[in-house]
């Protein structure tokens, strides 16, 4: 059987390790309080899949993939009896001198494609479906910049996890948490730079505080008295095992505006890995080496989401009552509805 070569493209939602794409659009909802809303948003949810074929299958070399995210808040109201072991709304970071505040979110959609036309289209289809259900948080549209540099200037994303480790270090592993294996969680962050500031410092100086050479991103020793940013974010296990996160940083900006950012997105399947990352770069390792990155970047979000497989998502679309009717236990836990 001879099959297009394009046929076998997947267009599935929920696909945490979807390629790498040319444009993201990083959309934060939250949900209205009265249960027909609940209702519109479980519907939905039900039928992501659907929604990302109607608009991937019209170019499916625009690789349209589309994952969303859960706050806790609004998981307890969808499912109430039962909750991922690590999840919790984010936690605030007072180091000195920076702050990582935390923001309100029900829901994340990370949408991705090769085409800025397809997340846009994909965006507009699902707040559509929405509708009064939801008011929109915050949205930003980025964009790959070069080869996948931060408006800093330097290549971002080359130290994550290649496929083979991917799964160890981006889904919950059942021996973790059984009922929610396979979910991932996510972190959002959004980063306004002084880009003026920034450009002032030479690009030794800028070199120093990422760890990495700007022109050709060869990784560099640095100084133990003041780790560098991709030191301070290297995390190791108590046996010594270095943790990955999977991370899809985006650029953003409104030149014009003399708006420059960095989206940061960042999913694993361990939440504490990617916490300690940010105690790291907040407060410093050891307290007070905090990470210089900060000094010209400044977080104005941070949010904390549960990524349900899609397995999941089909049983938060009923609503706990009816859960409870079709489940021979009695018990409204996700994971004992499987
Ligand atoms: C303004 C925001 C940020 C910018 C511009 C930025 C930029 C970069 C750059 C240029 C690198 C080196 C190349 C690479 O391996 O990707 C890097 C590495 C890394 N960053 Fe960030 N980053 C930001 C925020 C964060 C945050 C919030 C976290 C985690 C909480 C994080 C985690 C990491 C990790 C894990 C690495 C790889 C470290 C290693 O070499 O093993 N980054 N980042």
């Not at 505040?101 to 397809?118: E, Y």
């Amino acid at each position: 059987m001879t099959d297009a070569p394009w046929s076998r493209i997947p267009i599935d939602a929920q696909s945490v390790d979807a390629p790498l794409s040319r444009a993201a659009i990083f959309l934060v909802v939250a949900v209205a309080d009265r249960r027909e809303h609940l209702d519109a948003v479980r519907a939905v949810l039900d039928d992501l899949t659907g929604l990302v074929k109607t608009v991937g299958f019209r170019d499916l070399g625009g690789r349209l993939s589309c994952v969303v995210g859960i706050g806790s808040a609004l998981w307890d109201r969808l499912s109430p009896a039962g909750r991922p072991a690590e999840l919790h709304p984010f936690v605030e970071l007072d180091g000195a001198p920076h702050v990582a505040p935390s923001t309100p979110g029900d829901l994340l959609f990370h949408i991705r494609a090769d085409r800025a036309d397809m997340c846009f289209e994909l965006e507009r289809l699902l707040l559509d479906a929405l509708g009064d259900a939801i008011t929109v948080v915050d949205e930003v549209s980025g964009f790959r910049y070069f080869d996948s540099r931060d408006l800093l200037g330097f290549v971002d994303g080359t130290a994550n996890p290649l496929a083979a480790e991917l799964t160890d270090a981006t889904l919950i592993s059942p021996d973790a948490d059984p009922d929610f294996a396979g979910g991932s969680y996510v972190v959002v962050q959004k980063y306004l730079h002084d880009l003026p500031r920034w450009n002032a410092l030479s690009s030794e100086e800028q070199q120093a505080i990422i760890g990495r050479t700007k022109v050709d991103n060869v990784e560099l020793d640095d100084d133990p008295a003041r780790p560098a940013h991709k030191t301070l974010t290297t995390i190791e296990d108590d046996d010594g095992t270095e943790r990955d996160i999977l991370r899809d940083n985006m650029p953003f900006g409104r030149p014009g505006a003399g708006e420059f950012g960095t989206y940061f997105i960042g999913y694993t399947g361990r939440l504490w890995v990617l916490e300690r990352m940010l105690e790291h770069m907040f407060i410093g390792d050891p307290p007070g080496t905090y990470d210089r990155l900060l000094d010209f970047s400044t977080a104005i979000t941070g949010t904390t989401f549960f990524v349900p497989t899609n397995d999941m998502l089909g049983r938060l679309a009923q609503a706990p009552d009816e859960a409870a009717e079709s489940s021979s236990g009695g018990s409204l836990g996700i994971g004992s509805l499987k």
